[in-house]
């Protein structure tokens, strides 16, 4: 049995020194497209909550946003990416920015951590 290192797609990381993002890894096409999807089924009360917590909440969504993939515009498509992706940008700012306000506070080096959260 492979470990589970050895199933991990191969990549390289590609950094450019004259940008302020950090490095990230660069998959190969036919890694990505090698990606088997999977669902478990629920056990236990505690999963089929979760599990119909998320699908609630995406049918809530769907239904709010107007989602409907056969008469949807390409404004509508961005403007859901763009509504998506700003939700999923909050946690990482409030993280950094009380990491921020702590360094501040108690002036002491953050060592990172404030850059990887936002």
Known sequence: MKSFVEK?????VVMNPQSYRMAHPVYKLQD??????????????KDRLAYWAVIGTRKT????????????????WMNRAIFLETVAG??????????????????????GWIHHLL
């Open 90 to 111: 909050v946690p990482g700012m409030i993280g950094g920015m009380q990491r921020h306000l702590r360094s501040l506070r108690t002036l002491e080096r953050d060592h």
């Open 8 to 12: 991990l797609p191969k990549h390289r």
């Open 32 to 45: 990505i497209e090698d990606v088997k999807y999977t669902h478990v089924e629920p056990k236990g009360i």
């Open 61 to 76: 969504f769907d239904l709010v946003s107007g989602y409907n993939p056969e008469k949807m515009t390409e404004r509508e």
